[in-house]
T-cell receptor, first 116, second 119 residues
Framework: AQSVAQPEDQVNVAEGNPLTVKCTYS??????LFWYVQYPNRGLQFLLK??????LVKGSYGFEAEFNKSQTSFHLKKPSALVSDSALYFCAVRDPPDPAGNKLTFGGGTRVLVKP | DTGVSQDPRHKITKRGQNVTFRCDPI?????LYWYRQTLGQGPEFLTY????????KSRLLSDRFSAERPKGSFSTLEIQRTEQGDSAMYLC?????????????????FGPGTRLTVL
């Protein structure tokens, strides 16, 4: 069965500093990995995904993520955080070879607070 | 706005009542998903449709829950005899699945959700 772990419930960072949100995964095959962001009382907005190819994936709003197969990680990064990046971030995985692999399995979420 | 829409955005009901939610996916998307998100948790998969066919249901989807997508366009999720434990945000997502298997366009795009409160 596929699973995702986000080890940090909350990440605090000063505006202008680098932001990293951690994610590790467990799947039986090669994973499809996703990051979503959720603002209060809103649905999830897609940020980026890794399917295959370059391990460094660039996405929306200046975010990027690095796929590391040996460490089974897919950490989200932003070189310079903005106050408006304060939100709830979710990592998700799909396990394509799995017959039930059409669904996304989400981590518990990491709240990011960017202070001015 | 051509994104996923959900109606209503908020629903307050009394325990034991039935409720129905609607989801309108992005127009060309052939897959539609329902997830449930409780406070402080990540979304959990409930069920999904390929066109009008319901292809997978989670164990979370008890017999009080039923979902339909009658014409392969919008979908409804009905909860019968609601319980306080059903209080959650119900999220709908859609994606375009290519006919040749796993397509790089198969990203799930989410609607704003319906927040259900059962008193």
């Amino acid at each position: 069965a596929q699973s995702v772990a986000q080890p940090e419930d909350q990440v605090n960072v000063a505006e202008g500093n680098p932001l990293t949100v951690k994610c590790t995964y467990s799947v039986s095959g090669n994973p499809y990995l996703f990051w979503y962001v959720q603002y209060p009382n809103r649905g999830l907005q897609f940020l980026l995904k890794y399917i295959t190819g370059d391990n460094l994936v660039k996405g929306s709003y200046g975010f990027e993520a690095e796929f590391n197969k040996s460490q089974t990680s897919f950490h989200l990064k932003k070189p310079s955080a903005l106050v408006s990046d304060s939100a709830l971030y979710f990592c998700a995985v799909r396990d394509p070879p799995d017959p039930a692999g059409n669904k996304l399995t989400f981590g518990g979420g990491t709240r990011v607070l960017v202070k001015p | 706005d051509t994104g996923v829409s959900q109606d209503p955005r908020h629903k307050i009901t009394k325990r034991g009542q039935n409720v129905t939610f609607r989801c309108d996916p992005i127009s060309e998307h052939n897959r539609l998903y329902w997830y449930r998100q409780t406070l402080g948790q990540g979304p959990e998969f409930l069920t999904y449709f390929q066109n009008e066919a319901q292809l997978e249901k989670s164990r979370l989807l008890s017999d009080r829950f039923s979902a339909e997508r009658p014409k392969g366009s919008f979908s409804t999720l009905e909860i019968q005899r609601t319980e306080q434990g059903d209080s959650a945000m119900y999220l709908c997502a859609s994606s375009l699945q290519g006919l040749a298997g796993w397509s790089s366009t198969d990203t799930q795009y989410f609607g704003p959700g319906t927040r259900l409160t059962v008193l």
